[in-house]
Each structure stands twice: as structure tokens, then as C-alpha cells.
């Protein structure tokens, strides 16, 4: 069995539970409404370049509803994040991932957001298709 020095072998950092008794937020819902609206829109955005056949649009739609619910923003969001996940927009996407990148909760990784992403879309115990 080797040991050898333990301290040069680093894990990947683990974000610390909250305290118990005391639900953690999900990274999304930590950010500002100003950055959530980033998020959400980033990912109708997205979503509509992945997916742009008009038999899609009912799933980029459905999906960004459903994001705006998990990141607690207003429902008066939702038109715009509908335009967005429809496919309008997108010459703003550089800009909302220079919004969401500036935010203090981001700063030392920002794959988070890929972590809450998944997060959300197996919310439910299954992934959303």
C-alpha cells in the first residue's frame, strides 16, 4: 500500500451542505433577480439554437416556464423568456454570459450553474425530454 504524501492529491471541492435542519438554496436561486434573469435567458436562448424546429419549440418553451418557477423570478418574465426560447434575442446571449459571469457566487467556478442546471432538469426524478 503506498503512502505517499496525501496533500499533493487534490479532490474536487464540494460545496458544504447547509446546516442541518436548514434547506440549501440551489446555486440559481442564490444569484440576484438581475443574474437569474441572465440565467433564464441564456438558456431560452440556447435552448432555441439547439432546438429550432417548430416541433421543438413547445419543449424550449415548456422548459424556460419551468426554469423561471425553479429560479423564483416574477411570472411577468415569462413572455420575454418565451420570445427568447422561440428563438428571438439571441444577438443579447454574450451579453447576459457577461452579466452571469461578473456574479460574486460565480466567480470561482462558474460550472455551477451547469450543476443547478442538471439540477433542475432532474428535479422531478427524471430527466426532462
Given at each position: 500500500?503506498a503512502?505517499?504524501?496525501?496533500?499533493?492529491?487534490?479532490l474536487?471541492?464540494?460545496a458544504e451542505?447547509g446546516?442541518?435542519?436548514?434547506p440549501?438554496l440551489?446555486?440559481?436561486r442564490?444569484?440576484t433577480?438581475?443574474?437569474?434573469?441572465a440565467?433564464?435567458?441564456?438558456?431560452g436562448i440556447?435552448?432555441s439554437q439547439l432546438f429550432?424546429?417548430p416541433?421543438?419549440?413547445?419543449?424550449?418553451?415548456?422548459f424556460?416556464?419551468?426554469?423561471?418557477k425553479w429560479?423564483d423570478?416574477s411570472?411577468?418574465?415569462?413572455?420575454?423568456?418565451?420570445a427568447?426560447?422561440?428563438?428571438?434575442g439571441?444577438?443579447?446571449?454574450?451579453?447576459f454570459?457577461?452579466?452571469?459571469?461578473?456574479d460574486?457566487?460565480?466567480k470561482?467556478d462558474?460550472?455551477?450553474?451547469?450543476q443547478?442546471?442538471l439540477?433542475?432538469?432532474l428535479?422531478d426524478g427524471?430527466?426532462i425530454?
Amino acid at each position: 500500500m503506498a503512502t505517499g504524501d496525501r496533500s499533493s492529491r487534490r479532490l474536487p471541492q464540494v460545496a458544504e451542505p447547509g446546516v442541518e435542519g436548514e434547506p440549501h438554496l440551489p446555486t440559481g436561486r442564490e444569484l440576484t433577480e438581475t443574474n437569474r434573469f441572465a440565467y433564464a435567458a441564456l438558456c431560452g436562448i440556447s435552448l432555441s439554437q439547439l432546438f429550432p424546429e417548430p416541433e421543438q419549440r413547445s419543449f424550449c418553451t415548456d422548459f424556460v416556464a419551468g426554469l423561471v418557477k425553479w429560479l423564483d423570478l416574477s411570472e411577468a418574465v415569462l413572455p420575454t423568456m418565451t420570445a427568447f426560447a422561440s428563438g428571438l434575442g439571441g444577438e443579447g446571449a454574450d451579453t447576459f454570459a457577461q452579466i452571469l459571469l461578473k456574479d460574486p457566487s460565480l466567480k470561482d467556478d462558474p460550472l455551477v450553474i451547469t450543476q443547478d442546471l442538471l439540477s433542475f432538469s432532474l428535479k422531478d426524478g427524471e430527466l426532462i425530454s
